[in-house]
C-alpha cells in the first residue's frame, strides 16, 4: 500500500520557526514535493526534493532522507500568510501520492 | 507560465443531474492531466490520469462511468460528473504536466466547487 503520513496540524509564533515531518512508505518513488494550499484554493509548489540532502529556497527550506522514507519542511521567519495547509506529495511514476497534510496556524 | 484554468470555479446543481467541469492549460501543451477530489479538511485524492488521445486510467474505487474524463486535445480535459448526488459535492482539482520536464512538475488549477443539493 502507500502511506503518506504527516502532523494533522500545528501552531506556531510569528517569526519563529517550525519544521513539519513527512514519512512515506510507497511502492515506487520519483521525487517528493511540498506545496502550499490556503483554504478553498488550489496547491502551490513550494520545492522538490529527489536526492538526499536540503534544498534552501529563502525562507522554506526542504529535506530528504530516502533511505529513511522521510522528509521535512522547514518554514522561518514564520508570518502570519504563512497559515494555511502543507501538504507532501511522493511522485510514483507520473502519479502524485498526496499526504494527509498539515495546517500549520501562525499566530501573532 | 504554465498556468492552467479551470471552469467553472463553482457549482451548484440538482441531483441527478450532470456537470461538466473544464480544464485548460493556458501556455503549454500538456501530454497528461490529473483530475483529483478534495473533501473538507483533507487531502487530495488522485481520482484519474488522463493522456491526449487515449482512455483515462481510473484510481481504484472511482467509477469511470460516473465521471467520465476527455481528453480530446493537448490543451484541454473535461470531467463530466453524471447524475450527482449530494455525496459528490466536492472540491475537484486538475493539474496537467509536461512531458519531459525536469521534474515532470504538475501545475494545479484553481479548482471547481462543486455542490449537489
Known amino acids: 500500500g502507500q502511506n503518506i503520513d504527516q502532523p494533522t496540524e500545528m501552531t506556531a509564533t510569528e517569526g519563529a520557526i517550525v519544521q513539519i515531518n513527512c514519512t512515506y512508505q510507497t511502492s515506487g518513488f520519483n521525487g517528493l514535493f511540498w506545496y502550499q494550499q490556503h483554504a478553498g484554493e488550489a496547491p502551490t509548489f513550494l520545492s522538490y526534493?529527489?536526492?538526499?540532502g536540503l534544498e534552501e529556497k529563502g525562507r522554506f527550506s526542504s529535506f530528504l532522507s530516502r533511505s529513511k522514507g522521510y522528509s521535512y519542511l522547514l518554514l522561518k521567519e514564520l508570518q502570519m500568510k504563512d497559515s494555511a495547509s502543507y501538504l507532501c506529495a511522493v511522485k510514483n511514476t507520473d502519479k502524485l501520492i498526496f499526504g494527509t497534510g498539515t495546517r500549520l496556524q501562525v499566530f501573532p | 507560465g504554465a498556468v492552467v484554468s479551470q471552469h467553472p470555479s463553482w457549482v451548484i446543481c440538482k441531483s441527478g443531474t450532470s456537470v461538466k467541469i473544464e480544464c485548460r492549460s493556458l501556455d503549454f501543451q500538456a501530454t497528461t492531466m490529473f483530475w483529483y477530489r478534495q473533501f473538507p479538511k483533507q487531502s487530495l485524492m488522485l481520482m484519474a490520469t488522463?493522456?491526449?488521445?487515449?482512455?483515462?486510467?481510473?484510481e481504484q474505487g472511482v467509477e469511470k462511468d460516473k465521471f467520465l474524463i476527455n481528453h480530446a486535445s493537448l490543451t484541454l480535459s473535461t470531467l463530466t460528473v453524471t447524475s450527482a448526488h449530494p455525496e459528490d459535492s466536492s472540491f475537484y482539482i486538475c493539474?496537467?504536466?509536461?512531458?519531459?520536464?525536469?521534474?515532470?512538475?504538475?501545475?494545479f488549477g484553481p479548482g471547481t466547487r462543486l455542490t449537489v443539493l
Open positions: 488522463s493522456n491526449e488521445g487515449s482512455k483515462a486510467t481510473y
Open positions: 493539474s496537467a504536466s509536461i512531458a519531459g520536464g525536469p521534474k515532470n512538475e504538475q501545475f
Open positions: 526534493n529527489v536526492l538526499d
